[in-house]
């Protein structure tokens, strides 16, 4: 059991580019999370999904966000045209159907708009 | 819209001192989880409570929910450097798996 892992764990862009971070969850957890986090503030539910089904997605989820796990395993989050308002930590967590409702995070991918 | 308030928000205490935070919701929750999160890195599972009036103990600390399912408890005995961080309680309600989190309690503890 490697834990769950975020890639990359620091990301510096530009406002307006594109970005996209990884997630590979615990091996063999179904359901896997993303939340944003800044700073003083708890972890906001961004989206989850149960294999490769997207099964809810918060309003803070605008257009410019899009989120795939496309067999299942690792899943990616994408931030079109970035804005300032976007810096955060992006945090990744997975959890696995039937074994209660414990959910895992990896350490997070910190995005700094510039 | 469910919420999630913790207080206090921040705590500063001696090593040695005892605290309680708590996690307080006018929402019912199917079950309640306690995190400790260290800054730069994602937030570690302390413990999970799911029965209305359950209490979990961990070593130094202990975890009470609320017999209506709606408010948390963490109690830590003779606090330690090593306690120091931002404590947040997170929560789903039935038949949802979106949790919810706290606005955490950043703690520090001073030798």
Known sequence: ?????????????????????????????????????????GPEFLTYFQNEAQ???????????????????????????TEQGDSAMYLCASSLVGQGPEQYFGPGTRLTVT | TQLLEQSPQFLSIQEGENLT????????????????????????????VVTGGEVKKLKRLTFQFGDA?????????????????????????SGTYKYIFGTGTRLKVLA
């Open chain 1, 55 to 81: 099964l809810e997605k918060s309003r803070l989820l605008s257009d410019r966000f899009s989120a795939e796990r496309p067999k299942g395993s690792f899943s990616t989050l994408e931030i079109q045209r």
């Open chain 2, 69 to 93: 399912r709606k408010d948390s408890s963490l109690h830590i005995t003779a606090a330690q450097t090593g306690d120091t961080g931002l404590y947040l309680c997170a929560g789903a309600g």
């Open chain 2, 21 to 48: 935070v708590y996690c307080n919701s006018s929402s019912v929750f199917s079950s309640l989880q306690w995190y400790r999160q260290e800054p730069g890195e994602g937030p570690v599972l302390l413990v999970t």
């Open chain 1, 1 to 41: 059991d490697t834990g769950v892992s975020q890639d990359p764990r620091h990301k510096i862009t530009k406002r307006g580019q594109n970005v996209t971070f990884r997630c590979d969850p615990i091996s063999e957890h179904n359901r896997l999370y993303w939340y944003r986090q800044t700073l003083g503030q």
